[in-house]
């Protein structure tokens, strides 16, 4: 039973330690924090002379007791046992790097004497981060669900590409590792284990995987999803205190407040770049239906079916580069866009990015024909983009 505990731990090791990451492989990993013989999680503060290290798990701090007989291993991300584990020493456990604290600790569950610890430095679990980020850009796709097959397991997708949406079909297998957001979480590192049973027709999607030479099949090795929601509107109230704004939700004319905290992603886009993507987006209206693609012919900008650049243009990084907006330096009557996952409550929503100063979209875009109730702010470039690696 150990040997199995220490397994799953191994494999949570280089997980979840910053926000953001790949998927945690296995659902009964998600609950180690402190057990009856072991303890995971991060240092908070080494104390050489005390023979102790405080750690943060996710069921709180521990004590780590520690002795002359205490034996340290060194891992890499990834290994699953100690048959690669190299010897180690106190001296090399600094803050913030991740250990598991073997031993039998303490029924109030504050104290472990180890009789091993088993580190893991935080230059090397960022090292992997880092692979597994550059991995996601190379092998990964983005896109919206249009159709589920349950009994085949597969997803049919509209890929995001730079002429626009594609159709592409995923292979999900039962080893597909399978995420999905968490309702009213902002954080990619959130995400919860999930199924193919879980995903829904208009679910976003981000899937790591393999594509075929014609690229018009994917087969997939994990695959993250999402039910989002957009809302914008004019702004009506602003509440600093409790970091709130409420808005008059474009789409039902009701009132909607929106929360956004340390995680939120605030942006403005400059008036220059707004008029650019409306005169952009209503030439793409004018021209739709006459350069639309048939069904499986190539994508303009793509030669033998393979669309160019993969995935299309990032744009979490787009949005990224705008220029960060405060609370503070927002107002009433300013008109925001915001995404966020689908939560309990309709009339409340986290932000998980807001971009204001679209004036400029909303002002060309609407007309007497819409009377105003439809926006297509809410689809602006980046916003319904699903956060990840």
């Given at each position: 039973m150990k040997t199995i505990l220490l397994s799953i731990a191994l494999i949570l090791f280089a997980f979840n330690a910053a926000p953001g990451q790949t998927p945690a492989p296995s659902p009964a990993a998600l609950?180690?924090?402190i057990t009856a013989t072991l303890a995971l999680g991060d240092v908070t503060a080494v104390d050489a002379s005390g023979r102790g290290l405080t750690v943060k798990t996710k069921d709180g701090d521990i004590l780590v007791l520690i002795n002359d007989k205490t034996e340290y291993k060194k891992v890499k991300p990834g290994e699953t046992s100690l048959q690669n584990a190299e010897p180690a020493?106190?001296?090399?456990?600094?803050?913030?790097?991740?250990v598991i604290a073997m031993?039998?600790?303490?029924?109030?569950?504050k104290s472990v004497p180890a009789k091993r610890v088993v580190l893991m430095t935080k230059a090397a679990i960022a090292e992997r981060h880092e692979q597994?980020?550059?991995d996601w850009q190379k092998r990964g796709i983005v896109g919206r669900i249009s159709a589920l097959n349950a009994e085949t397991q597969e997803i049919s997708l509209l890929m995001r590409a730079p002429a626009g949406e594609r159709p592409i079909t995923v292979a999900a297998s039962d080893k597909v590792i399978f995420r999905r957001y968490a309702p009213d979480s902002v954080k990619f590192s959130d995400a919860k284990p999930s199924s193919f049973a879980e995903l829904?027709?208009?679910d976003q999607v981000r899937a790591r995987g393999d594509r075929s030479t014609d690229g018009a099949h994917f087969t997939a090795q994990e695959i993250v999803s999402g039910s989002f929601r957009m809302v914008g509107g004019s702004i009506t109230a602003i509440n600093p205190a409790a970091n709130e704004i409420v808005i008059n939700n474009l789409q039902t004319g009701q009132p909607v407040t929106i929360v956004v905290n340390k995680d939120s992603v605030m942006r403005r886009i400059p008036p220059e770049m707004a008029a650019m993507i409306a005169q952009r987006?209503?030439?793409q209206?004018?021209?739709?239906?006459?350069?639309?693609p048939s069904g499986g012919g190539p994508a303009p900008g793509a030669t033998d079916g393979q669309p160019r650049g993969g995935r299309g243009p990032d744009f979490d990084e787009m949005i990224e580069r705008l220029p960060q907006v405060a609370l503070a330096d927002l107002k009433k009557g300013d008109v925001i866009a915001v995404s966020s996952t689908t939560g309990v409550d309709p009339a409340r929503v986290t932000a998980i990015k807001l971009v204001a100063g679209i004036e400029a979209?909303?002002?060309?875009?609407?007309?007497p024909a819409s009377g105003g109730a439809q926006s297509p702010s809410l689809n602006l470039p980046g916003l319904d983009s699903i956060g990840g690696p």
């Open positions: 609950d180690i924090g020493t106190l001296a090399e456990i600094g803050v913030g790097d991740r031993g039998r600790v303490a029924e109030d569950r597994e980020r550059a829904k027709v208009g987006r209503a030439q209206q004018q021209s739709a239906g006459t350069s639309a979209l909303m002002t060309r875009q609407q007309g």
